[in-house]
C-alpha cells in the first residue's frame, strides 16, 4: 500500500506564505511525478504545480510567479511554497504522485489539506 499523507494547510491572511508538505510511504520503487492539486467549493479540482523526477516543473498560470514546487527524491517528499496568497488560492489542495509499485504504475493521491486565504 502506497500512503501520501500532507501537511501545512491552514488559515493565512492575503499576501501572506503557506509551505505545504506531502511524503509517500509504503511499497514505493520509483515516483514518475509528484504534484499539487486543489479543489474550491462548487469547481473543479485543477492541477497547480508539479515536478517530474529529473526536476522539470509546470505550473498552473494562475499561480506563476506566487508558488514554488520542489521535491526530495530520497525523502519521496513534495513541497508547496505559496506567497502572496490571495482569497482566490482557498480551496482544499491534494497531494498527488504518479508511481511504481510491485503492483505496476499507480495514481496516489492524499487525504487534502485545507487553505484559508482571509482576513
Known amino acids: 500500500q502506497v500512503q501520501l499523507v500532507e501537511s501545512g494547510g491552514g488559515l493565512v491572511q492575503p499576501g501572506g506564505s503557506l509551505r505545504l508538505s506531502c511524503a509517500a510511504s509504503?511499497?514505493?520503487?520509483?515516483?514518475?511525478?509528484m504534484g499539487w492539486y486543489r479543489q474550491a467549493p462548487g469547481k473543479q479540482r485543477e492541477l497547480v504545480a508539479a515536478?517530474?523526477?529529473?526536476?522539470?516543473?509546470n505550473y498552473a498560470d494562475s499561480v506563476k510567479g506566487r508558488f514554488t514546487i520542489s521535491r526530495d527524491n530520497a525523502k519521496n517528499t513534495v513541497y508547496l511554497q505559496m506567497n502572496s496568497l490571495k482569497p482566490g488560492d482557498t480551496a482544499v489542495y491534494y497531494c498527488?504522485?504518479?508511481?511504481?509499485?510491485?503492483?505496476?504504475?499507480?495514481?496516489?493521491w492524499g487525504q487534502g489539506t485545507l487553505v484559508t486565504v482571509s482576513s
Open positions: 498527488n504522485a504518479l508511481l511504481k509499485n510491485d503492483g505496476g504504475a499507480l495514481d496516489a
Open positions: 509504503g511499497s514505493i520503487f520509483s515516483i514518475y511525478v
Open positions: 515536478v517530474h523526477r529529473g526536476g522539470t516543473t
